[in-house]
């Protein structure tokens, strides 16, 4: 079975903290992608890599950066967190190709105070 | 891009048949039509995919109609455990090009 792995279920970090949220993948796949989800909005696309060192924006980029250093693991980093940032984190991955299935962690829940 | 719509919440009973049905009207040549699942405190979960016509595997079934500006997603047979969100995603995903938009989700609530 496809395993993504999210580093904490739960975070709390305070107004203009640097935060990095870690999500890990162990099948090998190339795809990789951050959302946020609100209550009322659903799930919106932060950011999407599609291979090491590559990445694209997604719907609401602002306020965030990624990394991918390694193909199996996708960082979304928050440069200094603000309080409109507390959301559901989730990350997922997937093969290449068109549509392809995600599978997604668990979610990260982050409040930032 | 291509935005979907899909009704906020629906409510069936045990036993029926439940469909769910997704607006993309703006839906691309390229894109494909993905539902997802999502239970609270979990991540979504695939259900099932399809580019035109009809899709089905154990446990839906996916109807795309020729001008696919729609999709539905049918669930036969629902139980409890069916209580959940549904998600229609469209779009396709590949380097520059990646526009993947999920709708808002659809809370189904299953009553005994």
């Known amino acids: 079975d496809v395993k993504v792995t999210q580093s904490s279920r739960y975070l709390v970090k305070r107004t203009g903290e640097k935060v990095f949220l870690e999500c890990v993948q162990d099948?090998?796949?190339?795809?990789m992608f951050w959302y946020r989800q609100d209550p009322g909005l659903g799930l919106r696309l932060i950011y999407f890599s599609y291979d090491v060192k590559m990445k694209e924006k997604g719907d609401i980029p602002e306020g965030y950066s990624v990394s991918r250093e390694k193909k199996e693991r996708f960082s979304l980093i928050l440069e200094s967190a603000s309080t409109n940032q507390t959301s559901m984190y989730l990350c997922?991955?997937?093969?290449?190709?068109?549509?392809?299935?995600?599978?997604f962690g668990p979610g990260t829940r982050l409040t930032v105070l | 891009l291509a935005k979907t719509t899909q009704p906020i919440s629906m409510d069936s009973y045990e036993g029926q048949e439940v469909n769910i049905t997704c607006s993309h009207n703006n839906i691309a040549t390229n894109d494909y039509i993905t539902w997802y699942q999502q239970f609270p405190s979990q991540g979504p979960r695939f259900i099932i995919q399809g580019y035109k016509t009809k899709v089905t595997n154990e446990v839906a079934s996916l109807f795309i109609p020729a001008d696919r500006k729609s999709s539905t997603l049918s669930l036969p047979r629902v139980s409890l455990s069916d209580t959940a969100v549904y998600y229609c995603?469209?779009?396709?995903?590949?380097?520059?090009?990646?526009?993947?938009?999920f709708g808002t989700g659809t809370l189904l609530a299953v009553q005994p």
């Open positions: 099948m090998d796949h190339e795809n």
């Open positions: 995603l469209v779009g396709v995903e590949g380097g520059a090009t990646n526009k993947l938009i």
């Open positions: 997922a991955s997937s093969l290449r190709g068109e549509g392809g299935e995600q599978f």
